[in-house]
């Protein structure tokens, strides 16, 4: 009989801890205490006591934080089997703190793993209450990180006010735990937004749903401000006389040249979407549109649009332009560039840089096969340029959650798929294995190729929609078809309107545009092409301008728009987080 796992002991403790407390309630008594009595210390180390007052008191580490600190360290080294092996041995009395860390190694390990269900099982809310502050935060902040990944934006958001009662208020981790929540809110609808407020447990939950529902759907903040003066969420939600709303607004686009039918894509998505917020009661700009291919440089086109007394200025739209334009001189007037700039440079802090950007869209993937368990992956990726800043940001957002890129494949062309994949997958090894067999037997019997067994995912980054059809088959062909692919919208990106059965089962992430309720039914219309996409940025470029000019909250913007929800990072980047969506009998739907 195998002696029991460190995880089924503590399991087993736990659960004698939570017998012991739920028979001491049910006898009428009220424990003052730990369940071990006061100063009692057993192999591990000493227990934990916490009163009433808990959040009156200063941030209280865990007493087992030393023991288990070497586990920790190979876990965030991503060394699990470290983690294991680290671990502290318990005499059979530990307590609460102890048993109740050892799971939250044990959740570590599992998440670490992949092992989703064993991960949840590992942990227990009702223990809570009677940890020290430090693994209390420590377990939250794990739920929370599952949570978000799993786009379970309202457990997302409480369990982010739940660490808020564990940290020191006016301390970096609080005002991070209260980015964290306001940023949870923005993801949910209004319906969710005002069911729970209604079922809400406390006023300051309620004060946070509230303002959250406030400030996107309605059009005044003043009588919130005026029911929750010092509630906490207000320094995210101007009040009314915060706004500054800009008179004029400037739109800069080449819309003669080269690039002149994409530039009119996004004036016209501009445009379109200023006059039907204004049909709705917006507040009415004077807006005008310069040709930047008409003007010497970019900063005399911004110049040309301040003489014309613009307050905003949105555009320009080349990768080069905004490079010149917010590099150069400090801007007098606030910029939404329609485009990242090159370089390191630090970024003007009175400019945005929104870009479609599919660097994006490659660390939404990695976070999206995370949250799906996956954690050893094939990453197929083109030759070149493209490939290179794809490749990279998929890479530092997949290993920074803790995933493995097992094998890689970069074929130079189309005509080089094939062999570039079976060479990842290390096909050739296992025809020479049937090679040998045969030989052996001295038999001409039938072998089929076996694939290499540790890859748990595929991620395909496509630069096109006909390179995704050339892929997506051949993973099957190559006996890797039952591991589930992963791809950006370019894989989306044909204008046809023909349906993709060769893309059937590839998951992907996608702008609302493309997959919003009038283009759903008819499968055939769910296409990502090009024109479509950049109508949907200058619709989105309107949306950032019409938050006027309000002083920043958190990071600023943050609002859910038809190119993804768009949040903004500390390079004063707008970052967009897009919609699951899968290719299913050829159409392609949200997940």
């Not at 999206?368 to 990279?392: C, I, N, S, T, Y």
Request: aromatic share 6%; hydrophobic share 40%.
């Amino acid at each position: 009989m195998r002696p029991p796992t460190h995880r089924a002991r503590a399991g087993a403790r736990l659960l004698l801890l939570i017998a012991g407390i739920a028979l001491t309630v049910s006898c009428g008594t009220s424990p003052t205490q730990s369940p071990l009595p006061a100063g009692t210390v057993d192999a591990a180390g000493p227990t934990v006591e916490r009163d009433d007052s808990a959040l009156e008191q200063d941030f209280r580490q865990s007493p087992y934080a030393d023991l288990f600190a070497d586990a920790e360290r190979a876990l965030d080294a991503g060394d699990w089997m470290g983690a294991q092996l680290a671990l502290p041995q318990a005499a059979g009395t530990a307590d609460v703190e102890f048993t109740a860390y050892e799971n939250y190694i044990a959740a570590r390990i599992a998440w670490q793993r992949g092992q989703l269900a064993l991960m949840s099982d590992s942990l227990d809310d009702r223990l809570l209450p009677l940890l020290s502050d430090g693994l209390a935060v420590k377990i939250l902040t794990l739920q929370r990180q599952q949570a978000t990944l799993e786009s379970r934006h309202l457990a997302a958001f409480r369990l982010s006010l739940r660490l808020l009662e564990h940290l020191p208020g006016g301390s970096a981790d609080a005002d991070s735990a209260s980015l964290d929540a306001w940023h949870a809110l923005q993801r949910l609808t209004a319906t969710q937004l005002r069911t729970a407020a209604t079922d809400a447990d406390n006023e300051r939950e309620a004060g946070w749903l509230t303002a959250a529902y406030l400030s996107r759907f309605a059009d005044t903040t003043d009588d919130w401000h005026e029911r929750y003066p010092e509630h906490p969420a207000g320094r995210f939600l101007a009040s009314d006389s915060d706004v500054v709303t800009p008179r004029r607004v400037a739109l800069l686009l080449p819309l003669s040249g080269r690039i002149a039918d994409a530039a009119a894509a996004v004036r016209d998505g501009f445009i379109k979407h200023y006059f039907g917020q204004r049909a709705a009661g917006a507040t009415e700009w004077d807006l005008i549109v310069l040709d930047t291919a008409e003007h010497a440089s970019p900063r005399a086109a911004y110049n040309a649009a301040i003489d014309s007394g613009a307050q905003l200025v949105v555009g320009p739209l080349t990768k080069a332009a905004v490079t010149d334009l917010l590099t150069a001189a400090k801007l007098p007037v606030p910029v939404i560039a329609l485009n990242r700039a090159d370089g390191k440079a630090a970024p003007d802090e009175s400019s945005l840089q929104f870009a479609l950007a599919p660097e994006d869209e490659a660390a939404q993937i990695a976070r999206l096969a995370f949250a799906d368990g996956h954690r050893h992956a094939l990453m197929v990726r083109p030759a070149g340029e493209w490939g290179d800043k794809m490749a990279q940001a998929l890479t530092d957002s997949w290993t920074g959650l803790g995933g493995t890129i097992a094998a890689r494949a970069t074929p130079g062309s189309r005509e080089a798929h094939s062999s570039s994949l079976a060479e990842a997958l290390d096909l050739e090894a296992s025809r020479q294995r049937g090679i040998a067999l045969r030989r052996q037997l001295g038999q001409p019997i039938e072998t089929s190729g076996r694939r290499r067994q540790d890859l748990d995912a595929v991620f395909v980054l496509a630069p096109t929609a006909a390179d995704g059809r050339s892929l997506k088959p051949l993973l099957a062909y190559h006996y890797a078809g039952d591991l589930p692919a992963y791809a950006t919208s370019s894989a989306n990106s044909d204008e046809s309107r023909t349906r993709e059965n060769d893309l059937n089962g590839l998951i992907l992430v996608e702008m609302p545009r493309v997959l919003g309720p009038d283009r759903q039914g008819a499968g055939t219309a769910l296409r990502g092409d090009g024109y479509q996409r950049l109508s949907a940025l200058g619709a989105d470029a309107c949306r950032l301008a019409m938050l006027g000019m309000r002083p920043d909250a958190g990071r600023g913007p943050i609002l859910q728009g038809e190119t993804g929800f768009l949040s903004v990072n500390e390079r004063r980047q707008v970052e967009r987080d897009l919609e699951p969506a899968v290719f299913d009998r050829g159409v392609l739907r949200r997940r």
